[in-house]
């Protein structure tokens, strides 16, 4: 398996940690190979686990392993499911990737049932190694990481707050991943802490639909 393609075959524990226990049904968008949303159902018991994903030989794995897989443009494709039909969305290193993500999240946040959730991975921008690069005039796209030369969007703590509460959602910061590099942990200790924001690779957020 290459790189490229092992990226479609994650398994995001990361991310299904914070799935509600009561969950349902779930709708993976980004659903690549279908593993993260396989193991969903059978770590959760989620009784229908439907994915959407962008390439087709991808969406095809996906599909053995998923309940329904749609094959397309999640920002132009008809999202033709009832109110209220998922009890969680996971949008796992998918918005940064979109033209407008605002205007996804309003579409998304319909189809969640009252209790529902969306919980989504979003890198960040503000990471002292992208930091670093934009000091030296080295801002440079790569193959995958923060500067992803896939990526659309650009997200910080703060922005990706205003995202949510513009699209209608409460969002809740549920946890990080961080660089465990040894020169983090010297700079952590050399700034007695302060340094431990810029550390931060990717944010968890769990949203929830603000009440009408």
Not at 12 to 32: E, F, Y
Not at 73 to 96: H, K, R, S, W
Request: charged fraction near 20%; proline fraction near 6%.
């Amino acid at each position: 398996m290459t790189d490229s393609t092992a990226y479609y075959h994650l398994v995001r524990t990361d991310v299904v940690r914070h799935v509600p226990p009561a969950t349902r049904r779930l709708l993976d968008i980004g659903c690549g190979a279908g593993l993260t949303a396989q193991y969903a159902k059978d770590a959760l018991g989620v009784e229908e686990a439907v994915g959407i994903e962008y390439v087709p030989a991808i969406a095809q794995q996906a599909a053995e392993r998923l309940d329904r897989v749609f094959c397309g443009d999640v920002e132009t494709m008809e999202l033709d499911f009832p109110a209220g039909y998922f009890d969680c969305i996971l949008c796992a290193d998918v918005l940064e990737h979109l033209r407008d993500p605002w205007a996804l999240l309003q579409r998304l946040r319909p189809l969640l049932s009252p209790k529902g959730v969306l919980v989504a991975s979003i890198p960040n921008l503000r990471h002292a190694r992208v930091l670093a690069k934009i000091i030296l005039d080295r801002f440079e796209y790569e193959p995958s990481g923060i500067l992803d030369r896939t990526h659309l969007r650009f997200f910080t703590r703060h922005t990706i707050e205003q995202m949510f509460t513009s699209a209608g959602y409460a969002v809740h910061f549920a946890g990080v991943n961080r660089s465990r590099s040894w020169k983090f942990f010297l700079l952590n200790l050399a700034t007695l802490g302060l340094a431990r924001p810029f550390s931060i690779v990717q944010y968890i957020v769990v949203a929830r639909p603000k009440p009408p």
